[in-house]
Structures are given as C-alpha cells and as structure tokens.
C-alpha cells in the first residue's frame, strides 16, 4: 500500500509562532488522520478529515484536504513548548481501520 | 479516556529467543493492532484482530505471530528473535463503530 508522506522531515518554531505540516498521498482516500506522537509516547489522534471535506478545526489546529492535488496539511497557531512532538499523517484503509502512517514530521517549539 | 497498557515498556533479548510483548485494553473494544516503529519512520502495521480468538496478518507479519485469548487482551510472539526486529512496539485499539484509534506508550525491544 502507498504511504502518506510527511513533506518536511524537521521545522523548528517560536513559541507563539504558526506552523502548517504538509503531507501527500498517492492513492484515492476515504479519509485522512493527523496524529502527534510525543517523546516516550504513543500517537495520539488529533484530528480526522473525511474525503468530502476540505478543512476541520479543532482548537488551534486546522486540518486541509486537497484531493485534486492528493495532499493534506496541519496548522497549528499559537504554538507552546507542549506542541514539540512528531506529527504523523495516516490513511485508514480496508476494513477495520487499519492505518498506513507517513514518516512524520519533527516539530520543536522549544529549546 | 481509552486505556491501552503494554508490558513490559522495554525488553533486551537474545537473538533466536523468544519474545511475547503483552497488551491490555479496558475499553472493550473490538479492534486491536500491533504496530511497528523505527527510529525515524512511521509505524507499520504486523497483525491486528477484529474478534477475541481470531488475528489477521496485516503489511509485515514475516517473523511475528499474534493471539488474542480474550477481548482485552492482545499478545505478538517472536517465536525466534532477530536484530532486524529491535525496533519499539505500538499496541492499539479501536472500537467497532469509531474512528479513533488509542495507541499504548509502547514497548521498546532491543534483541542483541
């Protein structure tokens, strides 16, 4: 199966600071799921965007789907020390939820 | 809050033993997964389970086996462990009718 792909391995930000995580897909999606994995962790889900939809907020992040370009982004606004983390995007596929993930995206807010 | 707990958290093993990493949910979820991660990558799906006493392989089962004795619980079994398989060990569950996978803290193997 095609992977999600995260387009930045490493972004380094301000605290305060907006940031936005792209990733891409290759292959036709019913959904997309952004996850943040923190240090010692498992991912966590954030958001989930359904293939019919074009954003979804939730608190200060904001997810985008595109798909005539096969491409999705997570912005996070007014970032803290707490956002520091790996962020993931994933594609369900088949049944039962199973996930492909990205390679992630490295986000430090912090020194 | 979904509760998925993994035992134990780390594990140095000799390569050809054998090696069971555990997994417990108390949400009563149908659905539970074993995934893999390598340091810089994403994690990759070895077997998950839709029902208690049934597994199904998922992209990379070569080397792991999965049981699944009760509805709570979920255990991957490298019958013989390689260096290829250090690596640390996601655990997650889901239930039937939602869409939000609750992933355990992991459990780091390092086989030598």
């Known amino acids: 199966s095609q992977l999600a792909e995260e387009n930045l391995w490493a972004l380094s930000v301000h605290e305060g600071e907006s940031v936005t995580v792209n990733c891409s897909y290759k292959?036709?999606?019913?959904?997309l799921q952004w996850y943040r994995q923190k240090s010692g962790e498992g991912p966590a889900q954030l958001i989930l965007i359904r293939s019919n939809e074009r954003e979804k907020r939730n608190g200060r992040l904001r997810a985008t789907l595109d798909t005539s370009s096969q491409s999705s982004s997570l912005s996070i606004t007014a970032t803290r020390c707490e956002d520091t983390a790996v962020y993931f995007c994933a594609r369900p596929f088949g049944s039962f939820n199973k996930l492909t993930f990205g390679a992630g995206t490295r986000l430090a807010v912090c020194p | 809050e979904a509760a998925v707990t993994q035992s134990p958290r780390s594990k140095v093993a000799v390569t050809g033993g054998k090696v069971t990493l555990s997994c417990h949910q108390t949400?009563?979820?149908?659905?539970m997964y074993w995934y893999r991660q390598d340091t810089g990558h994403g994690l990759r799906l070895i077997h998950y389970?839709?029902?208690?006493?049934?597994?199904e392989k998922g992209d990379i089962p070569d080397g792991y086996k999965a049981s699944r004795p009760s509805q709570e619980n979920f255990s991957l079994i490298l019958e013989l462990a390689s260096l290829s398989q250090t690596a640390v060990y996601f655990c997650?569950?889901?239930?039937?009718?939602?869409?939000?996978?609750?992933f355990g803290k992991g459990t780091r193997l390092t086989v030598v």
């Open positions: 389970s839709y029902v208690a006493d049934s597994t």
């Open positions: 292959t036709s999606i019913t959904a």
């Open positions: 949400n009563n979820h149908d659905y």
């Open positions: 997650a569950s889901k239930d039937r009718g939602a869409t939000e996978v609750f």
